[in-house]
């Protein structure tokens, strides 16, 4: 059966594309150097537009009006510009109410491009721009860690991360978050209580990185203007040991945020990224691949959810305690506790 | 390419979900279609593949595996038709509801005409009405191409003007739909759909051919009065695999090896209920229910008439942390057979929507998957229902109208621990009304026999016809008000032995009499209280035939609509009963 996976890696090779949702503006070379912060590229992606009726502006038919138009497709022009007139007695005219570009002229109309300000697609991990795409995006390669998540609010930042998670279930309550922590990010396990984002903003944080949260405070979480990242799900599952201890071991180090929703069909997953330097040649983490024993596995649902654990052996069909007939695999979780987990219930670490 | 598959003798289809790919394969056993084997795999619609091909491949592998028939040759290609070493498949046909819903724009001229229509139109199809634009939209012209810029819609659904009715006032609302179209990349122009006043026709082709894909089909609102949704969802459901095709990669392929007829799951679970719905006689509509990880569908064909409704927003997948914000939590708990805090509830839901191919592995899971799988059941029925309750003019507002066959589909079913448990689901979720019989696709391949159904109409009715769907229960469900404890129905069933067994039901309870699968018997009703079963008016009674499923005969008295008991633990008790009632636990 297909495995999914998910990369909790202490050092390797991350190649990411990074594409602009339409045509836009390469802003960066190959070879060049980016922060996560930096931006690849750029479009116009939401553009406004202004349709000016110049024809019941002057008080004309639309064929009359337009011989008083002034202006002409690619015009650029500046708030209070004249576009069509003078006409009659009072000297009527149509004046542009913003800056912005003639798009069309015609019929009595004129189609205005408002000035404003362009997407901007941000690198998300620090790293070499290995591969330009033209007029989309490009592709950044770096080395350090890598742990990714499961859930994210859309934001992304960068900064020195602060370890609060004493343990893997660690509490964060808003008496934890303190002066000193402004503009870090910070590292804690659970969350129940929505007066730390609230806490988190004020600082305000650089980011928040959690292993889980309780499901009522996620609406809160998705409106942070802070990224938010979270490993396990929702609920009150710990962290995961290999996640706990490769975060924890980098304490005080500058980790790289990207907390961009988790779409399968976008190829979007939220990211911790931990930039290190490395001279050895590193292959890029598998991707794809099926169970088979003794795998490194991550459980995804309860019970066990967010135990690692090892396969022993691919079981055929087992029925659980909900009833339901699922194929299994024998697990040795991590306590040394003995476990059956449907397959569909796992994810290998690799 | 246009194909008989009566002559043909084996079919192969290829389901792609958002959670599963399955491979099905269909032969003639004995001069007649058998349903011979699926095999299902993880779709690779999404990350890591990106390529719904890994997936079809593995899916077909699996299939050779258990079939023994090889059906792909060395050179990654189709062998067909069947060659005469047995290998290979004859024909082939695919359906596909994986991917993203699609965005919609609906453009009508009135708010309850037009602008309906055309909503229900969108909701034939995986998809999302993001927008609507008509005549008394107050926006200005710009705010609305502004509004089509922002959204990037994939498509946008143009209704309007009865026939040789309004003109002028629907070319002027097409006008930011070219504009926005002119001003997006090329690459991201929504495609168009026109299905208003066909005598402007070539006035919407000639104002939006050159910028963006522009279809066309019949009004589907011809007069004030007269929806007529079938051509123009038969056009949708080829627009979306087009665009499926550009969004996924793999699909493209796939829809070539069925000659560019491949369409969407809902539309080919459509298809099959309306075949369904023309081979019964009887003067009630077909219901079909697929409970699916990308959406919810409900398909009712009356005569041939389908009406179909895929609520994306029901689905039991990635949806699931949408459903939170669009249904009050109580309206979940209130099905929950174990205690559980409404906070897990919560999480469940939100986990499973970021693993919608994970499993619930305890009872308590289980327990609050089921309850999710009874809600969603229940809004998408009750919310289809308005649209289809007028046709055949029966039950009471805010009921399922007179259904039968009800045919269920879904892995939240037919993967139920045991049956007993699909059965109950089904019947809190729809609560049908009067006499029908309960049909589980345990194999789901009701979608692939519609697919198939396109170039074989037969194979779709032999299999139907055949074992391979799950005859679960006649079910008679009387409607009325009486307290509970009421006796409400006076029932007789005359077995083929001739032996005969009577029974009082009172309001409140649920009942089975047994009927062993296969056997037919005789039905006696007598409704009492002005109790509705479906035989022509309240309290009107009679006989009928019934043959014998899983479960017998089941008589659901628990009250239309079903009112549950508010305290939680005696509620919870009481499923507890129901479950033992139908041999469950």
């Known amino acids: ?350 | 390419m246009a194909t008989s598959l009566i002559d043909a003798d084996s079919l192969l289809v290829i389901d792609v979900g958002s959670v599963s790919t399955r491979a099905i394969l269909f032969d003639v056993v004995d001069g007649r279609y058998r349903f011979v084997a699926a095999g299902t795999v993880p779709s690779t619609a999404g990350a890591p593949y990106c390529n719904i091909s890994e997936g079809v491949r593995m899916a077909i592998d699996r299939l050779q595996n258990v079939t023994g028939r090889i059906m792909v040759g060395a050179d990654e290609k189709l062998i067909t038709p069947t060659a005469s070493d047995g290998s290979g498949v004859d024909k082939f046909a695919a359906c596909i509801s994986a991917g993203n819903p699609l965005k919609v724009i609906a453009v009508g001229l009135l708010e309850d005409v037009s602008l309906e229509s055309a909503r229900h139109l969108a909701t034939s199809t995986y998809a999302r009405v993001m927008q609507t634009i008509s005549l008394n939209d107050r926006r200005r012209p710009d705010a609305r191409i502004n509004t089509i810029i922002r959204l990037r819609p994939d498509l946008i659904i143009v209704a309007g003007g009865t026939e040789n009715g309004a003109s002028q006032s629907v070319l002027k609302l097409i006008e930011p739909v070219g504009l926005a179209s002119y001003l997006l990349p090329e690459d991201c122009r929504p495609d168009v759909l026109y299905v208003g006043n066909q005598a402007l026709k070539d006035d919407v082709q000639s104002s939006l051919e050159e910028l963006t894909n522009v279809y066309f089909a019949p009004n589907i609102r011809p007069t004030l009065e007269l929806e007529q949704l079938d051509a123009a969802q038969s056009q949708l459901a080829g627009i979306f695999a087009r665009i499926r095709s550009r969004q996924i990669s793999g699909v493209d392929e796939l829809n070539n090896w069925t000659n560019g007829a491949m369409i969407s799951t809902a539309a080919a679970f459509g298809r099959m209920i309306r075949f369904l719905s023309k081979a019964h006689t009887t003067r009630k509509g077909v219901l079909g229910i697929d409970v699916g990880a990308s959406a919810t569908t409900i398909a009712a064909a009356f005569d041939g008439d389908l009406s179909l409704s895929v609520y994306t927003q029901l689905g039991l997948g990635r949806s699931l942390a949408d459903l939170l914000e669009h249904l009050p939590l109580h309206e979940i708990t209130r099905w929950l057979s174990v205690d559980v805090p409404d906070e897990y509830v919560r999480e469940y839901a939100l986990n499973k929507s970021i693993y919608p191919a994970s499993l619930p592995a305890t009872e308590a899971d289980m327990a609050v998957e089921q309850a999710l799988a009874r809600q969603v059941m229940y809004v998408a029925s009750r919310t289809a229902a308005k649209s289809f309750s007028s046709r055949n003019g029966s039950s009471d507002e805010g009921l399922l109208p007179w259904m039968e066959p009800i045919v269920a589909t879904g892995s939240v079913l037919s993967k139920a621990p045991n049956l007993a448990q699909a059965v109950l689901m089904l019947l809190d979720g729809l609560q049908p009304t009067g006499v029908t019989t309960l049909v589980l696709d345990q194999n789901h391949i009701a979608p692939a026999l519609g697919a198939a159904a396109a170039v074989s109409p037969v194979l779709a009715v032999q299999i139907l016809d055949s074992n391979s769907f799950l005859h679960l229960a006649t079910v008679i469900s009387p409607v009325g008000k009486a307290q509970p404890g009421t006796p409400i129905l006076r029932l007789k069933i005359i077995y083929e032995s001739g032996h005969e067994t009577s029974l009082e039901v009172k309001q409140g309870s649920l009942e089975v009499l047994p009927l062993p699968y296969g056997q037919t018997g005789r039905i006696q009703l007598q409704p009492l209280h002005r109790f509705d079963v479906g035989m022509g008016a309240p309290g009107r009674g009679g006989g009928l035939r019934v043959t014998g499923g899983t479960f017998g005969v089941i008589i659901d008295a628990r009250g239309r609509p079903l009112t549950l008991l508010e305290d939680r633990s005696r509620r919870q008790e009481q499923f507890k009963n129901w479950l033992w009632t139908l041999g469950g636990r």
């Open chain 1, 1 to 350: 059966m297909l495995a999914p996976i998910i990369h909790i890696l202490p050092f390797t090779v991350i190649r990411r594309e990074r594409i602009l949702p339409g045509m836009g503006k390469v802003l960066v070379r190959a070879g060049q150097r980016v922060s996560s912060l930096d931006v690849i590229a750029e479009a116009n992606l939401r553009p406004e537009y202004l349709l000016l009726n110049v024809a019941r502006g002057l008080g004309l038919t639309p064929e009359r009006a337009d011989q008083f138009i002034q202006c002409q497709a690619g015009d650029h022009l500046a708030e209070g510009d004249m576009v069509a007139g003078p006409v009659g007695m009072a000297r009527r005219v149509v004046r542009s109410p913003s800056d912005g570009q003639v798009i069309l002229v015609g019929s009595g109309q004129i189609l205005i491009e408002v000035a404003s300000k362009p997407f901007q697609l941000k690198a998300g991990i620090p790293g070499e721009v290995v591969e330009l795409i033209a007029d989309r995006g490009a592709t950044v390669e770096t080395t350090g860690a890598l742990v990714q998540g499961v859930w994210g609010n859309g934001h992304i930042d960068f900064g020195v991360m602060v370890v609060l998670a004493k343990s893997p279930d660690h509490l964060l309550t808003p008496d934890q978050l303190d002066v000193s922590m402004r503009g870090s990010i910070v590292l804690a396990a659970r969350c129940e209580d929505p007066e730390v984002f609230k806490s988190a903003e004020e600082l305000p944080l650089r980011g928040l990185i959690l292993a889980s949260m309780s499901a009522s405070i996620a609406p809160i979480a998705a409106r942070m203007q802070i990224p938010v990242i979270i490993l396990e799900g929702f609920g009150h599952s710990p962290m995961n040991t290999a996640a706990f201890k490769l975060l924890t071991t980098n304490e005080r180090r500058e980790v790289a945020l990207n907390a961009e929703p988790w779409d399968p069909y976008s190829e979007t997953r939220p990211e911790i990224i931990i930039p290190m330097p490395g001279s050895e040649r590193l292959s890029l983490p598998q991707e794809t691949g099926t169970f088979t024993p003794d795998q490194q596995v991550r459980v995804l649902r309860t019970p066990h959810a967010g135990e690692i654990g090892v396969i022993l052996g691919i079981k055929g069909s087992v029925t659980f305690p909900s009833g339901l007939k699922a194929q299994a695999a024998d697990i040795r979780l991590e306590s040394g506790r003995m476990a059956v987990i449907p397959l569909a219930n796992l994810e290998v670490l690799a």
